[in-house]
């Protein structure tokens, strides 16, 4: 039985007023990619406070779990 596939983003303007000119990890200002905190897939939302701007790099290591979400929800709240 296949499961339908969820619209990934929803609010594009939510999406585009997360971006920000540099990585909010690392300060890369290469490759920057909006990232959700809480997946979509887990019931996340397009919330200011569930997205993060992280360079291609710093993404990749939040997906593979090296970047913990409790450090990139402590960049939120520092802004």
């Not at 990934?8 to 303007?13: A, F, L, Y």
């Not at 905190?37 to 919330?47: F, L, P, T, V």
Request: glycine share 8%; hydrophobic share 35%.
């Amino acid at each position: 039985m296949a499961f339908p596939k969820c619209k990934r983003i929803i609010d594009r303007d939510a999406i585009a007023r997360a971006k920000r000119d540099r990585c909010e990890l690392c300060g890369s200002n290469y490759g920057l990619q909006v990232h959700h905190i809480k997946s979509r897939g887990a019931g996340g939302d397009d919330a200011p406070d569930n997205l993060v701007c992280l360079c291609y790099v710093c993404h990749r290591k939040a997906h593979d779990g090296l970047i913990l979400r409790e450090q990139l929800r402590a960049i939120v709240r520092r802004r």
